[in-house]
């Protein structure tokens, strides 16, 4: 999920998360009945419905909860892969193929070109044609119309 589908979150999906939180709590609540029952009574038939209820609660609440934390966790992945490649262009001179990004980052060739198209897109990298192949470089620091000018 990119960062503008994370802001505009709709509070249907916070109440999604928060009642799978309440949806497992209720299960293991359930289910520690289930087990004081039990022991209270010395008959193991006794806590069968709460066992079962508190089994139900968390066959549903706990995938929710867990489906949950692994998308939160893309975002930082992404984010880390976004800075290993900025990284290797740098430290590439500056400028890279999709290709060059495979072999110096954990990314494949595919990952790595999508990711620099991406940037592109953005303005974030400029994209230049030698000899058929497509190479991506950071913008340079200085714009060539600006040389025999002195900086303020």
């Excluded at 249907?12 to 009945?33: C, F, H, K, P």
């Excluded at 497509?134 to 002195?150: I, K, M, V």
Aim: proline share 5%.
């Amino acid at each position: 999920m990119s960062e503008p589908e994370r802001r505009e979150q709709t509070p249907e999906d916070n109440q999604g998360s928060t009642s799978a939180y309440a949806t497992t709590a209720v299960g293991v609540a359930l289910l520690i009945g289930a087990v004081l029952l039990i022991l209270t009574t010395g008959v193991p038939v006794s806590g069968i419905g709460l066992v079962i209820g508190g089994a139900a609660c968390l066959g549903w609440g706990l995938p929710q909860v867990l489906n949950r934390h692994r998308h939160q966790s893309l975002p930082a992945a992404e984010n880390s892969k976004e800075r290993e490649l900025l990284s290797a262009i740098r430290d590439n001179g500056g400028s890279i193929t999709p290709a060059e990004a495979a072999l110096e980052t954990s990314l494949t060739v595919r990952e790595a070109d999508t990711m620099l198209s991406e940037l592109a897109g953005g303005g974030h990298v400029t994209v230049e044609s030698l000899n058929g192949a497509l190479f991506y470089s950071l913008p340079s620091r200085r714009d060539p119309a600006l040389e025999g000018f002195d900086q303020v």
